[in-house]
């Protein structure tokens, strides 16, 4: 089964660190989303990608994350530097979207992230 | 705002018996919706999707929902509760005020199965 891959599975930091966490979404998938997930917020959209190009990151703190997708095999989400409130599993998903708007998504497994 | 709201943050059952978790929406217009599982300390797994073809619609494990226009309704039901089914329960869809594709998820509804 296709699937979408996410590195590291765990990170443990110390805050100040960069943490950069990658995904690789299922192959002709053309949409890309980061999701935050921790108990007291639940499951929070960070960013938003269609064809490589960023459609909404409202969600993402600005001042210390940044999401990037340098090719279509690869997404990445940066924070720098990291703080001890960002520790949660960040989840990456990839879908097929159409105009409109139907979009199936895949999680890949997650990133558990520690920041000490 | 388009959101998705479920009703409930916990819903306890006795296997055997049938499983309601209750969602919410809000859309201008005929949105697309899902359900995903989640079960301890695992992903997200799609249970069903809903995308204008027909109002009932069935996934997987014994697991339906049905789109309510007229209620801005879709529950998930399943007949009888396995103890397998113990999880957290996600409706997500559309957010914003056009149809970008955008998807954001509920609050969540924990389901405990009891023998």
């Known amino acids: 089964d296709a699937r979408v891959t996410q590195t590291p599975r765990h990170k443990v930091t110390e805050m100040g660190q960069e943490v950069t966490m990658r995904c690789q979404p299922i192959l002709g998938h053309n949409t890309v989303f980061w999701y935050r997930q921790t108990m007291m917020q639940g499951l929070e959209l960070l960013a938003y990608?269609?064809?490589?190009?960023?459609?909404?990151d409202s969600g993402m703190p600005k001042d210390r994350f940044s999401a990037e997708m340098p090719d279509a095999t690869l997404a990445t989400l940066k924070i720098q530097p990291s703080e001890p409130r960002d520790s949660a599993v960040y989840f990456c998903?990839?879908?097929?979207?159409?105009?409109?708007?139907?979009?199936?998504?895949?999680f890949g497994a997650g990133s558990r992230l520690t920041v000490l | 705002a388009q959101s998705v709201t479920q009703l409930d943050s916990h819903v306890s059952v006795s296997e055997g018996t049938p499983v309601l978790l209750r969602c919410n929406y809000s859309s201008s217009y005929s949105p697309s919706l899902f359900w995903y599982v989640q079960h301890p300390n695992k992903g997200l797994q799609l249970l069903l999707k809903?995308?204008?073809?027909?109002?009932l619609v069935k996934g997987i494990n014994g697991f339906e929902a049905e789109f309510k226009k007229s209620e801005t309704s879709f529950h998930l039901t399943k007949p009888s509760a396995h103890m397998s089914d113990a999880a957290e329960y996600f409706c997500v869809g559309p957010s914003g005020s056009s149809n970008t594709g955008k998807l954001i998820f509920g609050q969540g509804t924990t389901l405990q199965v009891k023998p």
């Open positions: 809903y995308t204008s073809a027909a109002t």
């Open positions: 990608f269609r064809n490589r190009a960023p459609l909404d």
């Open positions: 998903a990839s879908g097929l979207g159409t105009t409109s708007g139907a979009n199936v998504l895949t």
